[in-house]
């Protein structure tokens, strides 16, 4: 396109008109177009034309709806935007979406990708302030783990962890499914195998638990005798003077030592009737050779 108006090519006008109405003119190129419009009742018409294929755009696409906060962001960054001019004025676009001018009928332009461009930004915009946090929660069992059950245990009094057990329904964390599995669990967390004998009569294995209790590693075996609920807490020998009741208020407390290991019954009756169950097992000829540097 030529920069005078008087020799401005119709034949540009199409692209001319496009880059006009998006404000991609500038200097006396811009000069030069709005001269010819002045001049040109067609191009005037069809410049009215588009105008009115945008607002029309913009009825049939509105913005979506998005957080009252995200809105307040938006709002406040457009405050901030430097006003619009043309050669040192100030452009008001209101007024000039308002200014009358003449429609006539001529083909409807092409539609403008800079219009497309503009609603792309906005998308963009809206997906950073509301993608963004959706992200962080979805990910956020992988930046901050939950805390498992089974490991977050605490050394707190006997009675306490009774208590607590009974207030959880007094089941189990989990069933182990042989005698080996069982000693296992003890070995693996306290550094010595335990096994059960066959409960006595009234009497019934429920499951284990890692409880705490005297220390973080303390395990717990839930059980029954006679319909009550009786937990024998079990942990090193040597953590025994860290053993408490604190408000026993009829639980009594009952300990056996096994190898490296101590027992607590915590229950509600008169004896102890659960800490005979549990046995060390002895190992195998194998074992105690290769044990000894044989």
Not at 90 to 108: C, E, F, N
Not at 275 to 293: T, V
Request: hydrophobic letters at 45%.
């Amino acid at each position: 396109m030529s920069e005078s108006p008087d020799n401005f090519d119709r034949n540009d006008a199409p692209d001319a008109l496009d880059a006009f109405a998006d404000e991609q003119l500038h200097g006396e190129q811009r000069a030069a177009f709005e001269a010819r419009l002045g001049q040109d009742t067609a191009l005037a018409d069809a410049y009215r034309r588009q105008r009115a294929i945008d607002a029309s755009l913009r009825g049939m696409f509105p913005l979506p709806p998005i957080d009252g906060h995200a809105d307040l962001v938006i709002q406040k960054a457009m405050a901030q935007l430097a006003p619009a001019n043309h050669n040192g004025y100030a452009l008001d676009r209101a007024a000039a979406a308002s200014a009358p001018i003449k429609l006539d009928p001529r083909p409807t332009p092409r539609r403008r990708q800079p219009f497309v461009r503009g609603w792309l930004a906005v998308a963009a915009m809206i997906t950073l302030l509301i993608g963004v946090p959706s992200m962080l929660w979805l990910w956020r069992d992988t930046i901050m783990p939950p805390r498992s059950p089974y490991v977050e245990t605490w050394a707190m009094p006997l009675d306490e962890v009774y208590r607590s057990q009974v207030a959880k329904g007094f089941k189990p964390a989990w069933v182990c499914k042989d005698q080996q599995e069982f000693a296992a669990y003890f070995a693996s967390r306290l550094g010595q195998p335990l096994m059960i004998h066959d409960a006595p009569a009234g009497a019934a294995m429920l499951g284990l638990s890692y409880t705490g209790g005297v220390t973080r590693d303390s395990m717990g075996m839930l059980g029954t005798v006679n319909g009550k609920p009786v937990l024998v807490v079990v942990d090193r020998a040597g953590e025994d003077a860290k053993t408490q009741m604190k408000h026993p208020d009829g639980l009594n407390l009952y300990r056996r030592k096994i190898g490296s290991l101590m027992l607590y019954e915590v229950t509600p009756l008169d004896e102890a009737k659960l800490l005979d169950m549990f046995y060390q097992p002895e190992l195998p000829a194998s074992a105690q050779a290769s044990a000894c540097g044989k």
